[in-house]
């Protein structure tokens, strides 16, 4: 049974750090062809692929994000970190990860439920 | 402005079929498989085809993939109130080395 779960900070500041943890469990991140993703929606608009490592810790990110995202993962503890710098208000959105399944495909097979995160002063 | 471009909206009554388009290029759908995502108000984004025409277990055929050259479509057949939402296709984009996602489109049930 695949679970995905994100946590972190509700609230953050305008020129703050971002970090958020997917903490997931069901399959394994050192497993040939898996890898983990985050996407995020801002209120009212679409769905917005930011990025991706997988299990040979190969790492991919939005071109007009890319300086300021970071992912890793602690394949131990079964989680993904996402850090995103300089946080804008438009940067206001619902974080998600997904598992994504690779080897000749890419689809996002299960999600987490979401993380709202605000950005206001 | 996303990569994938779809319909933003469409409508039909229960019962009734709908196809939602979506358009790429060789970069993105020409050349990778596709999946599409339901989004329900409140609920977290479920797939529903992969590969252009697969369905998971548990998805109803009801819901069917295709794909023709830079496009694909997704069709629901015998509409349900419960499909109300927004629906999503998304690929691999080559040329990016990034996911993408179309700009989503609402389905009404009248």
């Known amino acids: 049974h695949v679970t995905l779960r994100e946590s972190g900070p509700a609230l953050v500041k305008p020129s703050q750090t971002l970090t958020l943890t997917c903490t997931f469990s069901?399959?394994?991140?050192?497993?040939?062809?898996?890898?983990v993703t985050w996407i995020r929606q801002p209120p009212g608009k679409a769905l917005e692929w930011l990025a991706r490592?997988?299990?040979?810790?190969?790492?991919y990110y939005i071109a007009s994000l890319k300086t300021r995202l970071t992912i890793s993962k602690d394949t131990s503890n079964n989680q993904v970190v996402l850090t995103m710098t300089n946080m804008d208000p438009v940067d206001t959105a619902t974080y998600y990860c997904?598992?994504?399944?690779?080897?000749?495909?890419?689809?996002?097979?299960?999600w987490g439920p979401g993380t709202l995160v605000t950005v206001s002063s | 402005q996303s990569v994938l471009t779809q319909p933003p909206s469409v409508s039909a009554a229960p019962g009734q079929k709908v196809t939602i388009s979506c358009s790429g290029s060789?970069?993105?759908?020409?050349?990778?498989?596709v999946s599409w995502y339901q989004h329900l108000p409140g609920t977290a984004p479920k797939l529903l085809i992969y590969?252009?025409?697969r369905r998971p277990s548990g998805i109803p055929d009801r819901f069917s993939g295709s794909k023709s050259g830079t496009s694909v479509t997704l069709a629901i057949t015998g509409l349900q109130t419960g499909d109300e939402g927004d629906y999503y296709c998304a690929t691999w984009d080559s040329s990016l080395s990034g996911g993408v996602f179309g700009g989503g489109t609402r389905l009404t049930v009248l």
């Open positions: 997904a598992r994504m399944r690779l080897i000749a495909t890419t689809y996002f097979d299960y």
């Open positions: 060789s970069s993105n759908i020409g050349n990778n498989y």
């Open positions: 069901g399959f394994s991140l050192s497993t040939s062809g898996m890898s």
């Open positions: 590969d252009n025409n």
């Open positions: 490592i997988d299990w040979d810790d190969d790492k």
